[in-house]
């Protein structure tokens, strides 16, 4: 482990540096569109970053604030106020950690791939629709937070695209097309990607603030000004006002019924979307490795307990943060410590200069990830890969980009489940009828399992073989057979062929059936 360390320490320490230009605004936009205070969301990107990211068993995944417990952190805290809101916080975080411990990661084992391909389709078209606002510099007053992973809208999937053409600002527009040129150059010209030293993301980001600087110098009409269009990072005069900024729960409020439900819901909610993230970050994976899911659920939970005792909100592992570390060449967790470490290092030495970066550049950032999600080579690949799993895929994309990610993912979970229901009734065995002079003859070879889930099927063919056929079923090579689909045979044996005078003869089916006689056996 420790070679594999030392092999990827520099492009590690790279694609921290990516990451951390990903992270910083998002955790500042989800801090205020939550309603706490902004340096809440660097508390969560720290802690995320260097605990979660010490303690986790994966390689690649980044844990921060997230966006799908925005509505939650919201209303809790309008309810409860932000200290006894933190004790819930902080008693999610003890939630997560018990259920580490008693193992219920492994749920994530049962996530369709056709459902997290969709999810991660789906979030790549949110991050696009989000950000191509902050690509145009959208104006319009009130409109500029940050809000890139927020999960639906009331105004409509592209009410904000709209909009945004409507207030574009043109300086904001050339940083987001020499941002994307940029990004693409270093990504496809062979001498550009040889460079590993400086990431394309880092040059980028450097362009946008030089460009920047220059339109303000010489009064340019093109200089990007005002709240919500630049990095709006918390800038403390004193000791005593950066000490100022944390807060700790109130633990008085421990006893009261309001904030459990607050905890539970949390806790629910935040390990349902790390256990998401954590599936597909691994799929992600190009050294193809799997994450322990358990141990990152005890991660998390001390994680959450830790911020909540500083004045930092729940944290979840974030997909948007996890892809851009693995399209920047993160292969270890260094890369998740090195971004957390780059958030504290940038809170103490340099929100000035920080706050001097263009909201434009980094959504170009984001809008190329989104891409990469959502490549149309994604949809072609799961096309190909047939209806069964192109539907549930499809499903998905439209059901989290139009509802919110649980909700989308949830409806994705019943389609695929209604279609491997589906092929599992067609698999239960194989059917053949042949004509012969002394009648019909029919041939059921059942499959390697049949469950419970198959004796619909096999009920239903049963009743509809004519009367004085002859029927052979063949349980050579099944392993399994449910104890309901046992049963149904044992009944079509006594009753229902002798009935019908049918013809019955069983091939390999084992003694512990106990069928009839022996595992080769004719009833006529």
């Known amino acids: 482990m420790m070679k594999t360390y030392t092999k990827y320490f520099k492009t590690d320490i790279l694609a921290g540096l990516v990451v951390f230009l990903v992270a910083l605004p998002l955790c500042l936009g989800i801090a205020v569109a939550s309603g706490a205070p902004p340096f809440a969301g660097i508390i969560t990107g720290v802690i995320g970053g260097i605990l979660v990211g010490a303690l986790s068993n994966s390689n690649l995944s980044v844990t921060g604030p997230a966006a799908g417990l925005i509505a939650i952190i919201l209303a809790a805290i309008t309810q409860l106020g932000y200290p006894a809101f933190l004790m819930a916080a902080f008693l999610a975080g003890l939630i997560q950690l018990a259920l580490g411990f008693a193992r219920a990661g492994t749920i994530s084992n049962y996530f369709p791939t056709n459902v997290i391909e969709g999810m991660l389709a789906a979030i790549g078209i949110i991050i696009i629709k989000k950000e191509f606002p902050h690509a145009i510099g959208y104006d319009k007053a009130h409109e500029g937070d940050f809000y890139s992973l927020e999960m639906g809208s009331d105004t409509g999937m592209f009410t904000e695209i709209v909009n945004a053409i409507n207030y574009a600002h043109w300086g904001a527009i050339v940083i987001t097309v020499v941002s994307i040129i940029i990004l693409v150059a270093f990504n496809k010209i062979p001498a550009l990607k040889k460079i590993k030293v400086i990431p394309g993301a880092l040059v980028a980001v450097i362009a946008g603030i030089l460009i920047n600087e220059t339109w303000i110098r010489t009064g340019s009409k093109f200089a990007i000004l005002g709240e919500g269009h630049l990095v709006d990072l918390p800038m403390p005069k004193t000791f005593s006002d950066f000490i100022s900024q944390f807060t700790v ?48 659920l005890k991660a998390q939970g001390i994680g959450n307990m830790v911020s909540a005792m500083i004045g930092g909100l729940p944290m979840t592992s974030v997909i948007v943060r996890t892809s851009a570390n693995v399209n920047s060449g993160g292969r270890t967790k260094v890369s998740a410590i090195a971004h957390g470490i780059f958030l504290l290092l940038a809170v103490l030495l340099i929100p000035a200069l920080l706050n001097k970066m263009p909201m434009a550049t980094l959504a170009a950032i984001l809008i190329m990830i989104g891409l990469k999600l959502a490549s149309p080579k994604v949809f072609i690949h799961m096309w190909k890969n047939g209806l069964n799993q192109f539907i549930p895929f499809i499903v998905t994309v439209i059901a989290v980009v139009s509802l919110d990610l649980l909700k989308g993912v949830g409806i994705g979970l019943l389609v695929s489940v209604f279609y491997i229901l589906k092929q599992n009734l067609k698999l239960a065995y194989f059917f053949k009828k042949e004509n012969h002079h002394e009648g019909e003859v029919i041939k059921i070879k059942l499959a390697q399992e049949v469950s419970f889930l198959n004796k619909a099927a096999i009920k239903k063919t049963l009743g509809e073989i004519a009367p004085n056929s002859k029927v052979i079923i063949d349980a050579t090579h099944t392993a399994y057979i449910d104890f309901d689909v046992v049963e149904l045979l044992k009944d079509f044996l006594l009753y229902g062929a002798k009935e019908k005078e049918i013809k019955v003869e069983l091939i390999g089916f084992k003694e512990n059936y106990k069928m009839d006689e022996s595992s080769h056996v004719s009833i006529e």
Not at 279 to 288: H, Q, T, Y
């Open 249 to 296: 729960p109130d633990f008085n409020m421990i006893t009261d019924m309001h904030i459990w439900i607050v905890a539970i819901t949390i806790a629910i909610v935040a390990s349902i979307e790390t256990l998401l993230c954590i599936e597909a970050g691994d799929k992600m994976d190009p050294l193809k490795r799997y994450s322990n899911t358990n141990t990152e």
